[in-house]
C-alpha cells in the first residue's frame, strides 16, 4: 500500500514539482493551494505525511499546523520554510507546544536529492 502524502503550498509550482518526486517514490499524493482546505483535505485523504509551508496568504502555516498536530500528533510533518530562522523558530514552537515527535523542518530552497531524503527518512519511522 502507497503512503500518503498531502502537500500544502501556495505556490502551484511547488507543489507540483513536490508531486513529481514523491511519485517517483511512489506516493499517493494530493497537492492543496488553498490553506484553508488544509483541515479538510487531512480528514479526507487521512495522509501517512504533511508537506507544509509555513508561509501562505489567507491563513498562515503556522495556524494548519496548529490545527493539523490538535487532529493528530502522530502524523509525519514535514515544515518547509522560506522565511529564515525566526519562521522555523515559530513552527518548532508549535511542535513543541503539541509535543509532537514526527515533525522536521525542511528550509526552503532544498534540491531535489534533500526532498527525496527527507521522504525516504519518514518512510522508515514505525507507526505507532
Known amino acids: 500500500m502507497a503512503r500518503r502524502l498531502l502537500v500544502i503550498d501556495d505556490e502551484e509550482w511547488i507543489t507540483e514539482a513536490i508531486k513529481r518526486v514523491a511519485d517517483?517514490?511512489?506516493?499517493?499524493?494530493?497537492?492543496?493551494?488553498?490553506?484553508?482546505?488544509?483541515?479538510?483535505?487531512?480528514?479526507?485523504?487521512?495522509?501517512?505525511?504533511?508537506?507544509?509551508?509555513?508561509?501562505?496568504?489567507?491563513?498562515?502555516?503556522?495556524?494548519?499546523?496548529?490545527?493539523?498536530?490538535?487532529a493528530s500528533n502522530t502524523t509525519?510533518?514535514?515544515?518547509?520554510?522560506?522565511?529564515?530562522?525566526?519562521?522555523?523558530?515559530?513552527?518548532?514552537?508549535?511542535?513543541?507546544?503539541?509535543d509532537a515527535k514526527r515533525v522536521t523542518f525542511l528550509p526552503k530552497p532544498f534540491k531535489r536529492a534533500e526532498l527525496i531524503k527527507r521522504l525516504t527518512e519518514v518512510c522508515v519511522v514505525d507507526r505507532p
Do not use: C, W
Open 24 to 70: 517517483s517514490l511512489q506516493f499517493e499524493t494530493r497537492t492543496i493551494t488553498d490553506p484553508r482546505r488544509a483541515a479538510d483535505a487531512f480528514f479526507e485523504f487521512e495522509p501517512d505525511v504533511v508537506l507544509l509551508d509555513l508561509h501562505m496568504p489567507e491563513r498562515d502555516g503556522l495556524y494548519v499546523l496548529n490545527d493539523l498536530l490538535t
Open 76 to 98: 509525519n510533518v514535514i515544515i518547509i520554510s522560506g522565511g529564515g530562522e525566526d519562521a522555523l523558530k515559530l513552527g518548532d514552537a508549535v511542535v513543541k507546544l503539541h
